[in-house]
């Protein structure tokens, strides 16, 4: 992952990053989101992390990078064993990606009303993708 976040640290303009399958888990998560802290304004547009295990700590530190992922078009956390107080973080900054209007967070382990709460009090024009 510290090669990722270096690429990261060079390349403002990506737009698409997949690093789905990747056993990234939640120090890996902390490492892409440091880097793209470091990186600013990111003009990335599709970040799809899924299946990686990311699980409420990785989910996270993950929130936090999001922020500056303003121009975010969709953002796929499918399959990462992400509970309530993950989903929590990430529903957190929603209301700072204004161009999102794709999350997918599939096959974790939430329970269902916490995506409705999030989904009504900070997200009302995102497309919710669950089960």
Not at 106 to 125: D, E, K
């Given at each position: 992952?510290?090669?990722?976040a270096l690429v990261?640290?060079?390349?403002?303009?990506?737009?698409?990053?997949?690093?789905?399958?990747?056993?990234?888990?939640?120090?890996?998560?902390?490492?892409?989101?440091?880097?793209?802290?470091?990186?600013?304004?990111?003009?990335?547009?599709?970040?799809?992390?899924?299946?990686?295990?990311?699980?409420?700590?990785g989910a996270g530190?993950?929130?936090?990078?999001?922020?500056?992922?303003?121009?975010?078009?969709?953002?796929?956390?499918?399959?990462?064993?992400?509970?309530?107080?993950?989903?929590?973080?990430?529903?957190?900054?929603?209301?700072?990606?204004?161009?999102?209007?794709?999350?997918?967070?599939?096959?974790?382990?939430?329970?269902?009303?916490?995506?409705?709460?999030?989904?009504?009090?900070?997200?009302?024009?995102?497309?919710?993708?669950?089960?």
């Open positions: 992952m510290v090669s990722l990261l640290l060079r390349c403002g303009s990506l737009l698409h990053l997949d690093v789905s399958h990747n056993a990234v888990h939640a120090d890996g998560a902390k490492t892409l989101t440091e880097a793209m802290s470091e990186q600013g304004d990111l003009a990335l547009r599709h970040f799809e992390i899924g299946c990686n295990r990311l699980e409420d700590a530190s993950l929130a936090e990078g999001l922020a500056d992922c303003c121009e975010m078009e969709e953002l796929i956390l499918e399959q990462n064993s992400i509970g309530e107080a993950g989903i929590a973080a990430v529903a957190a900054v929603l209301d700072r990606i204004p161009q999102l209007q794709l999350l997918d967070v599939s096959g974790n382990i939430f329970q269902a009303r916490c995506v409705c709460v999030s989904r009504v009090c900070l997200c009302a024009a995102v497309c919710w993708r669950t089960l």
